[in-house]
């Protein structure tokens, strides 16, 4: 055969994927797609050119579930070779009966199985020029190799998986497990490549991020020849020693905290500049026999001193948090008290929800539902409240100049004048406000941080001009 016969090397197989639900389903996915595409896969932008398709799926509402099952249905009839993954791999049986010809299902963070069925349902071609590492869109992929689906700018760091709680209205243990933490080194590691990578902004994400090392009892690694255990305080301390390549500390946020003793220590840290000041504490309710018989965590009385105790050390911190109206045998007292609570608190971004009975919750076996009406009632009732708090609190920042995170630059209007979407340090990509700019320099980029300052506000989002 004559030496110079052109190799034939085979197309790498195409995956599609649809990742639905929360930030952690999001970095189970994209350490998925990281090992698929180390093995060799391509990625489809959509359904029809996969040779098989991925659906991450969210099983923590009904509402998501029902959404999930929507997006395995559109993925079975656009392409047909489907395997689902995610927190609704646990309801396997439920998939099924709609679904009886999906490849494969498998559960949360079960990376091996998924790419185990990945291969069986589509093979990877290999050979010696193709088990390389692909190169792949310098946009879509770190230098250390990650493909991220955040944008490049910022980035979420997964510190450990699964909860040791029971809130009675929650799967999620059912779902993911009691916690498992990562190793600290592998945490700060993964975060220094990021950043190394160009992440400006780095959130970090778990169910219980104050909870995280109990499992392993706090476990010390070396890190930078410093002894670092694998607790919240160790993990912002050192993730606030890393810079940028223009030698800034990168923005770092702590979400899911439950307000433990030692979420004290961090403060200092965020006014010293080290963290970003922001806590996202999901309270969840404020009525104490409201919080009893959801079981939740850290439920302690003295929480509106020590926020006022936090403010105090760092006035410029921003706390978000999420609450649950129309639980099981609210009354009205117990939902003013939470209204009360809130005018105490003044807390920046709330989420709100109306209770929704999730199969296999503890708390659906408990007495005095509330009626659907009087649910929607509450909710529009706290919305209106947590609009206005968050109205004048942004109103307090007009004047001010702050440090913005570029997200989006406009093209040039007819008169030459270009228009950003950024966020200030009190908002969080995808869940709190942005920030408007009008006039900005014609070289500003995406990931860019530059000062504001704020002209105007609304209820949850601000505008400002870069300062000159
Ligand atoms: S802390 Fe409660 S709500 Fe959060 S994941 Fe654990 S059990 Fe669920």
């Known amino acids: 055969m004559a030496s110079n016969t052109p190799l034939s090397i085979p197309a790498p197989p195409k995956v599609g994927m649809v990742s639905l639900g929360c ?3 999001l970095v189970d ?3 998925i797609l990281t090992k698929l595409r180390a093995d060799g896969y391509d990625m489809s932008p959509d359904y029809a050119g996969a040779d098989v398709v991925l659906v991450n799926t969210c099983g923590f509402l009904d509402s998501a579930k029902e959404e999930s099952l929507e997006a395995i249905g559109e993925a079975m009839a656009e392409n047909g070779r489907v395997i689902v993954t995610g927190c609704m791999g646990k309801e396997a049986d439920t998939i099924r009966a709609r679904f009886p010809d999906v490849l494969a299902i498998t559960g949360a963070a079960q990376y091996e199985d998924v790419v185990g069925a990945v291969h069986e ?5 290999r050979g010696e020029y193709i088990d390389l590492i692909p190169q792949a869109d310098p946009d879509a992929q770190t230098k250390h190799g990650g493909l991220k689906l955040t944008p490049r700018h910022y980035g979420y760091l997964k510190i450990s998986e699964g909860c040791n709680h029971r809130c009675s209205f929650c799967i999620i243990p059912q779902l993911r497990g009691d916690l498992v933490s990562r190793r ?15 992440t400006k902004e780095l959130l970090v994400i778990s169910q219980d991020t104050s909870a995280y090392g109990v499992d392993t009892r706090h476990e010390t690694r070396m890190w930078k020849g410093r002894e670092t255990r694998a607790h919240m305080t160790d993990l912002a301390r050192e993730l ?3 810079r940028t390549a223009e030698g800034r ?8 905290v439950y307000p433990y003793p030692h979420v004290d220590k961090v403060i200092p840290l965020m006014a010293d500049g080290l963290l970003t000041p922001y806590l996202d504490i999901p309270f969840q309710h404020a009525a104490p026999s409201v919080l009893k ?10 929480v509106l001193e020590r926020v006022k105790k ?8 921003t706390i978000r948090s999420t609450f649950v109206v129309g639980f099981p045998g609210e009354t009205e007292e117990d939902f003013q008290y939470l209204l009360d609570w809130l005018d105490e608190a003044q807390l920046d971004r709330v989420g709100g929800f109306r209770f929704e009975p999730v199969e296999g919750a503890a708390a659906n076996a408990l007495d005095n539902p509330v009626p659907e009406e009087l649910k929607e009632e509450r909710y529009q009732r706290l919305m209106e409240k947590t609009a206005a708090i968050s109205a004048a609190r942004l109103q307090a920042k007009v004047g001010r100049t702050l440090p913005v995170i570029i997200d989006e630059v406009g093209e040039a209007d007819e008169e030459g004048s270009i228009g950003a979407t950024g966020r200030s340090q009190a908002d969080a990509p995808g869940i709190d406000g942005e920030v408007f700019l009008r006039d900005v320099a014609a070289d500003l980029a995406v990931g860019d941080i530059i000062d504001v300052t704020i002209e105007d506000a609304d209820a949850h989002d601000l505008y400002g001009v870069p300062v000159s």
Do not use: F
Not at 310 to 317: A, G, K, N, S, T
């Open 293 to 302: 018989r959801m079981k939740r965590p850290a439920n302690e009385a003295k």
């Open 29 to 31: 996915s994209e350490r």
């Open 184 to 198: 600290v080194d592998a945490v700060l590691r993964e975060a220094e490549k990021l950043v190394e990578a160009g």
């Open 121 to 125: 349902a589509a093979p990877p071609a």
């Open 249 to 256: 500390a990168p923005w770092v946020r702590l979400h899911y």
């Open 23 to 25: 930030p952690k389903a």
């Open 240 to 242: 606030g020693q890393l």
């Open 310 to 317: 936090w403010r105090d050390i760092c006035p410029d911190l």
